[in-house]
């Protein structure tokens, strides 16, 4: 007769099971939802699902003919988009965009033009054929990572692939920096890599006090920047400029601001830039650092930093690096800022200090 097992016995055992079911509910999500999740998009993209149910809903009979498709296949694929909560059926059957994927997986629009997925997902498919899937010979030597996109850019086109790139998920940090960014009665604030502007715009409407941003990007994006800033009627406070950020002196002004630019660069890298704004900035000028969390909140790794990390495996040298984020304190007092501090949201922080 076997003996009974005790209570404590019994609930450690439980203890590991629920511990282990989480660690194979993420080895899943590796496994299982990496897969699926990508594949589909793929697959969606290519047969322009999206796009053809951006307006009224429409029978799977319509989208196999707009798409090419074969029915019966369409039928499961489209079974599947509504089950990962992309598409909504109603009671005739027809299939529609649900939000979720309005907001995140339809091309760049004025209602979702700075938070959208859209125009990564466009770039990864490409990029997944061509680098990901080798990614082993790229890391024994026998690939290199080339951007489909020559960079630095050098025309506006060139420019224009990086920018609808960037500005498309800049929401949250953008908000970020109009709830907390300590700018009243700053006249001028440099703006380093300041992309298309949308940040700029932001922060001259939050703080009318800023007579002037100039806005620092390669030659080939400044058309990009004006006509950007004029038709938010901000081109007599917005300038953008062509300057080297690690090798030009910083204009004289009263801010100086990186937003998402520092992330990548070791702490050298990033006390090299402070550095330059610093001579910049006359005593108590101010600093602003919004950066991606390369952990958010919870604790859970930023797949967005990692997504361009995985691209710099296949270059060398390679600046992109993972350095302890609280570094920018000591970066602060090794250069003379004082009154540092950070807050942290969605994903993103702002660190800020004064010169002192």
């Keep these: 007769m076997s003996s009974p097992v005790p209570a404590a016995a019994e609930h450690s055992a439980d203890v590991r099971d629920d511990a282990l079911y989480e660690q194979y509910l993420r080895a899943c999500d590796m496994t299982y939802r990496g897969t699926v999740d990508m594949f589909v998009l793929k697959a969606a993209y290519e047969l322009g699902l999206f796009s053809h149910l951006a307006g009224e809903p429409q029978s799977v009979e319509a989208l196999a003919t707009a798409t090419g498709s074969r029915l019966n296949r369409l039928v499961k694929f489209t079974d599947m988009l509504v089950e990962m909560e992309l598409l909504t059926r109603d009671a005739e059957g027809r299939l529609a965009l649900t939000p979720f994927a309005r907001q995140f997986f339809l091309p760049p629009n004025p209602g979702n033009e ?201 270059v060398d040298p390679a600046m992109m690096t993972f350095k302890r984020q609280d570094e920018y304190f000591d970066v602060f007092q090794q250069l003379g800022f004082v009154d540092a501090r950070k807050v942290a949201r969605h994903g993103h922080v702002l660190y800020q200090a004064r010169k002192g």
């Design 114 to 314: 700075n938070l959208t997925m859209e125009p990564f997902v466009r770039y990864a498919i490409t990029i997944m054929e061509r680098y990901h899937l080798h990614l082993a010979k790229v890391i024994r030597g026998e690939m290199d990572f080339t951007a489909l996109t020559p960079w630095p850019p050098r025309t506006r086109e060139d420019s224009a692939f990086y920018e609808e790139i960037h500005r498309s998920n800049n929401h949250f940090v953008r908000n970020l920096l109009v709830e907390e960014a300590d700018l009243e009665g700053v006249t001028h604030l440099l703006d380093v890599g300041g992309g298309n502007g949308d940040i700029a715009i932001a922060l001259a409407k939050r703080f009318p006090s800023i007579e002037r941003i100039t806005l620092v990007n390669l030659p080939s994006a400044l058309e990009i920047v004006r006509d950007n800033v004029a038709a938010h009627g901000l081109a007599d406070r917005i300038v953008p400029v062509a300057l080297d950020m690690y090798r030009d002196p910083y204009p004289a002004c009263d801010a100086v601001l990186f937003a998402r630019i520092l992330y990548p660069f070791n702490a050298q890298v990033c006390a090299m830039l402070l550095g330059k704004a610093q001579a910049a900035l006359p005593s108590g000028g101010r600093v602003l650092i919004a950066d991606m969390l390369l952990r958010d909140e919870r604790g859970l790794a930023n797949y967005d930093y990692l997504a361009h990390f995985l691209t710099s495996v296949g």
